[in-house]
């Protein structure tokens, strides 16, 4: 079994990716639902959580059918990640992560992010001092290194466990790279040789499909998986990917039906937990991946992604039902 401290992940898990305006309670009700191991809040600015900031405290909201979850932080000062990991203790996650991965220039300016990965002793300072300032398992999740002459990722590794870290997850990229090319998980499974590395290693990048998910475990030898861009508005990922371990076999894919009922169960959340202005808004980015695939569904996703109203949401989620439903009865829609 894998652990991060004393919290038990399962035999290989599927790690949810704290993904920034993606990763909330309505979004991870739905991965949870099917078979994500272990999920992350979205990220959460220090300077938010010590200041009151009502974007940043909203972020705390974790719930028992979630567990077990990491609520990850970002954050540059000293003072303020120490401060910031007392308050995130007060929400009571089994895990608390920061975060040295975040490409976004915003983020990177202020040393933030995958900016301190521009300062490796600043990055292990910040990191002990959190170890040092919470009871909760700390893990940490980055990337390679700032660009390709800075992969320093073997030996931050290293460094990391040696202040106290319990579970790191890598990037296969660069901050340079951003999001571009292929992520490079070959530094990744170097780490997991490395016999001084005692905790578990977890591979970010790239898994879209249950086979590559099954290929880069063989060949990287990781503790578990994290999954970010390919669950959005497809959390199947992780039930498909599950099955295909167990069995060998691919699972067919979602029905009309599941992906309407997941799309209006995440907006009926999402409206809950956000009001209907934001709730609204939050959800454009996932209608695209619910109805991947579909003939003819460009008129329906640009009454999804413009309309504000949402009874007139649910009319057009029940209408792509009653189409598409009558032609995947006839085949016509894999």
């Given amino acids: 079994m894998v652990k991060i401290g004393n919290v038990d992940i399962g035999e290989f898990p ?3 990716a704290p993904m920034e305006d993606v990763s909330d ?52 000062e000293l003072d303020s990640m120490m401060r910031a990991a007392e308050i995130v203790e007060e929400a009571q996650p089994e895990v608390l992560d920061i975060n ?4 976004v220039k915003k983020v990177v300016c202020k040393m933030a992010g995958a900016g301190i990965l521009q300062d490796i002793d600043r990055m292990v300072e910040l990191t002990e001092a959190v170890v ?10 980055t990337r390679l290194g700032w660009d390709d002459n800075t992969k320093y990722i073997e030996d931050v590794a290293e460094r990391l466990q040696d202040v106290g870290i319990k579970a790191l997850s890598i990037h296969g990229r660069t901050r340079k790279q951003m999001y571009k ?15 001084r590395i005692q905790i578990p290693i977890f591979g970010n990048g790239d898994i879209d499909s249950p086979q590559k998910a099954k290929l880069y475990r063989e060949r990287y030898g990781v503790d578990g998986i994290m999954i970010g861009r390919a669950a959005i508005g497809y959390p199947w990922i992780f039930r498909e990917i599950k099955h295909y371990f167990e069995t060998g076999e691919l699972l067919p894919p979602p029905t009309v039906a ?13 409206l809950e937990w956000k009001g209907v202005k934001l ?21 329906y996703r640009k009454q999804l992604v413009t309309e504000e109203d949402p009874a007139t949401l649910f009319a057009v989620l029940d209408e792509i039902q009653e189409v598409y439903g009558e032609q995947f009865a006839k085949g016509e829609v894999a």
């Fill in 132 to 141: 040092k300032s919470t009871s909760l398992p700390v893990t940490v999740k």
């Fill in 258 to 270: 599941e992906r309407v009922g997941a799309a209006r169960e995440h907006l009926r959340r999402s």
């Fill in 25 to 76: 309670p309505p979004f991870r009700a739905l991965c949870k639902a099917q078979g994500c191991d272990m999920m992350y809040t979205e990220f959460i600015s220090v300077e938010g959580l010590i200041r009151d900031a009502e974007k940043s405290v909203q972020k705390l909201d974790i719930y028992d059918y979630e567990r077990p979850i990491g609520i990850q932080i970002f954050g540059a």
């Fill in 279 to 299: 709730g609204t808004l939050e959800m454009r980015r996932h209608y695209t991946n619910y109805f991947r695939g579909f003939p003819n569904i460009k008129e």
């Fill in 181 to 195: 090319g292929e992520a490079d998980w070959t530094l990744i499974g170097k780490i997991k040789e490395n016999p």
């Fill in 14 to 16: 599927l790690l949810l």
């Fill in 100 to 103: 040295y991965g975040c490409p």
